[in-house]
């Protein structure tokens, strides 16, 4: 309030002012400087507050809102994807190849064709999900901008792929429950689940993810 009052009272000595022009230079001169600092600081202060009520009414806006929620889908399908890009790799990497190597081995544990009904989809499933993060992540580094339609059509011939393995899901189970009575072959996997990376998590848990997505 008193801000104001002084404010007041300058403004209404610049009008005394501007309204005797012949006056003379005097130490009137030192009041028009502070005249026209208080009156810059008063220009500042109204811009200030009128684009915080700008910002705030956008805060609280249904767009604002929306970006909102936009940003907590993508943001999450990011982290989703990186989890279940990593749980591909460990089911590809740790599984799926050292056992079509032993498979091609002089005394091998396990045939190729169990290895195919186990993991059938495994390898595409994850090159698929692979280009997808990696195209996920480009767009992202691009926010708040956001183009993903066209990043989906990805994800569309993936539609039969996952159908394929759902079906032979219960197939795949029997299958490597059959080749775990080898002994030869269960000590091998038994190996592979001891990895770190596997977190003491077995085979058939990560053949179950993607039946999840």
Same mark, same amino acid.
Not at 141 to 150: E, G, N
Not at 204 to 213: A, H, K, S, V
């Given at each position: 309030m008193l801000l104001f009052l002084q404010i007041a009272g300058?403004?209404?000595?610049?009008e005394k002012i501007h309204a005797s022009p012949a006056a003379a230079p005097t130490d009137d001169?030192?009041?028009?400087?502070?005249?026209?600092? %208080? *009156? +810059? /600081? !008063? &220009?500042?202060?109204?811009? &200030?507050?009128k684009w915080k009520t700008i910002i705030q009414d956008y805060i609280r806006s249904p767009h604002a809102e929306s970006m909102r929620k936009r940003n907590q889908v993508v943001f999450s399908m990011l982290d989703s994807e990186a989890e279940? %890009? *990593?749980q591909l790799h460990i089911l590809v990497n740790n599984f799926l190849r050292p056992l079509r190597m032993a498979a091609s081995s002089k005394k091998p544990p396990i045939t190729h064709d169990d290895v195919s009904s186990i993991f059938l989809n495994s390898e595409t499933i994850m090159f698929l999900h692979q280009i997808f993060y990696q195209g996920l992540k480009a767009r992202i580094? +691009?926010? #708040? @901008? !956001? %183009? !993903?339609?066209?990043l989906f059509d990805i994800l569309l011939p993936m539609l039969n792929i996952y159908q394929e393995f759902v079906r032979n899901h219960q197939y795949s189970l029997q299958i490597l429950a059959h080749c775990k009575q080898n002994r030869d072959f269960d000590k091998l996997l038994k190996q592979y689940e001891a990895k770190p990376d596997c977190e003491e998590r077995t085979l058939? @848990? /990560?053949?179950?993810? #993607?039946? /999840? *997505?």
């Open positions: 300058l403004l209404k000595d610049n001169d030192s009041e028009i400087k502070k005249i026209k600092k %208080v *009156q +810059s /600081f !008063l &220009r500042g202060w109204i811009c &200030r507050r279940y %890009v *990593q580094a +691009s926010w #708040p @901008t !956001l %183009v !993903l339609a066209d058939e @848990t /990560f053949l179950t993810y #993607p039946m /999840f *997505q």
